[in-house]
């Protein structure tokens, strides 16, 4: 059996950059296994290529690691789902979780299944019911709840070119069937109590925000470091935020898959049907892979294979 590290965290042992390589050349090879779809249900992501991945890490010192099409951006759809959690529960605090439940689904991103039994109470803020309600949270507590979220993720990112892709947002506006039924059940039961149309038009922007992996590592280094943004200096959420937010993203991140993320990489971790994964190493790093193609529960194939390499190369997977 393979020894554990005297200090797991102590990741001057590691030659990142090597492990990155080793990394990247595996994903490569694995391209022409022609595994996975393209998400295709929103258009403009359909034509999104197949032959993509890059990946990065923020250690806490603010150095970056980065391989492959680090520097490409893609939009980072249900990424998006952790900073509107963030916002909405610097905002009104535990009171959320009488609007939305803090539980694992076992059943897929976009399900009607559970609300009604479940009295419009989605059962946590990632699957997209909890996120709808997330943002009507967000919608009801911030003056200006677009330019606010702009704001957020320039500051979490450090680039102030991080914006909204307008065509992306329009094209998901007139696709977004289940999101607007979704929208709408929740709304039967007094659980939005802005416009509905007002709340998804949010929602499908906070969706189609355009980033880099780079963005998104240096994006989750708060949740690895206690709150505290490496690239603004400001403390975002408390030390207790943080962990409850991590603890989400290990339940619930992956949607379905949940348990099997646990099982391979062991890493709070959150995705998004563009193939971006972010995780959170705690007290070491924020990181991020970018695949496009997907498996059947919507998470990135490649990206998860990348993540599962990654804990087992490094030894840094949370169990
Ligand atoms: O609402 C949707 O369906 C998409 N904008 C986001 C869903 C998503 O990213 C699910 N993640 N894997």
Same mark, same amino acid.
């Given at each position: 059996?393979?020894?554990? #590290?005297?200090?797991?965290?102590?990741?001057?042992?590691? /030659?990142?950059d090597?492990?990155?390589?080793?990394?990247n050349?595996?994903? &490569?090879?694995?391209f022409?296994e022609?595994?996975?779809?393209?998400?295709? +249900?929103i258009? =403009?992501?359909?034509?999104? #290529?197949?032959?993509?991945?890059?990946?990065?890490?923020?250690? @806490?010192?603010?150095? !970056?690691?980065?391989?492959g099409?680090?520097?490409?951006?893609?939009?980072?759809?249900s990424?998006?789902?952790?900073?509107?959690?963030?916002l909405?529960?610097e905002?009104?605090?535990?009171?959320?979780w009488?609007r !939305?439940?803090r539980e694992?689904?076992? /059943?897929? %991103?976009? *399900?009607?299944?559970?609300?009604?039994?479940?009295?419009?109470?989605?059962?946590?803020? %990632?699957?997209n019911?909890?996120?709808? !309600?997330? =943002?009507?949270?967000?919608?009801?507590?911030?003056?200006?709840?677009?330019?606010?979220?702009?704001?957020?993720?320039?500051?979490?990112?450090?680039?102030?070119?991080?914006?909204?892709?307008v065509? @992306?947002?329009?094209?998901?506006r007139?696709?977004?069937?289940?999101?607007?039924?979704?929208?709408?059940?929740? &709304? *039967?039961?007094?659980?939005?109590?802005?416009?509905?149309?007002?709340?998804?038009? %949010?929602? %499908? @922007?906070?969706?189609?925000?355009?980033?880099?992996?780079?963005?998104?590592?240096?994006?989750?280094?708060? @949740?690895? /470091?206690?709150g505290?943004?490496?690239?603004?200096?400001?403390?975002?959420?408390? =030390?207790?935020?943080?962990?409850?937010?991590?603890?989400?993203?290990?339940t619930?991140?992956? +949607?379905?898959?949940a348990?099997?993320?646990?099982?391979?990489?062991?890493?709070?971790?959150?995705?998004?049907?563009?193939?971006a994964?972010?995780a959170?190493?705690p007290?070491?790093?924020g990181?991020?892979?970018?695949? #496009?193609?997907?498996? &059947?529960?919507g998470?990135s194939?490649?990206?998860?294979?990348a993540?599962?390499?990654?804990t087992?190369?490094t030894?840094?997977?949370?169990?």
């Open positions: 059996m393979r020894k554990p #590290p005297n200090n797991p965290y102590d990741i001057s042992r590691l /030659d990142l090597d492990i990155l390589g080793t990394i050349e595996e994903v &490569r090879q694995r022409g022609n595994r996975g779809e393209v998400a295709d +249900y258009p =403009a992501l359909a034509d999104v #290529p197949r032959d993509r991945f890059g990946m990065a890490l923020a250690l @806490l010192d603010g150095t !970056v690691h980065e391989v099409n680090a520097r490409e951006r893609f939009s980072i759809q990424v998006s789902k952790v900073y509107t959690l963030t909405a529960l905002a009104i605090g535990d009171a959320l009488k !939305v439940d694992p689904s076992g /059943d897929p %991103f976009n *399900s009607l299944i559970q609300l009604e039994h479940e009295k419009g109470i989605p059962r946590n803020p %990632f699957m019911a909890g996120a709808i !309600v997330t =943002a009507d949270v967000v919608l009801s507590n911030y003056g200006d709840a677009e330019a606010t979220l702009l704001e957020f993720m320039r500051a979490r990112s450090g680039n102030p070119e991080v914006g909204a892709d065509e @992306l947002a329009k094209s998901e007139e696709s977004g069937h289940r999101n607007v039924a979704l929208a709408n059940f929740i &709304r *039967s039961y007094g659980n939005l109590h802005n416009d509905v149309q007002d709340v998804l038009d %949010f929602y %499908f @922007l906070q969706c189609s925000l355009r980033m880099d992996c780079v963005d998104l590592a240096r994006s989750m280094q708060y @949740l690895a /470091d206690g505290r943004c490496g690239p603004s200096g400001q403390q975002v959420t408390s =030390a207790e935020g943080a962990t409850r937010i991590n603890a989400m993203m290990m619930a991140g992956t +949607y379905d898959a348990g099997d993320f646990a099982f391979h990489v062991g890493l709070p971790a959150k995705s998004g049907v563009s193939g994964i972010v959170v190493v007290h070491v790093m990181l991020c892979v970018w695949s #496009p193609a997907l498996d &059947r529960k998470n194939l490649l990206g998860g294979y993540l599962h390499r990654f087992r190369m030894g840094l997977s949370v169990f």
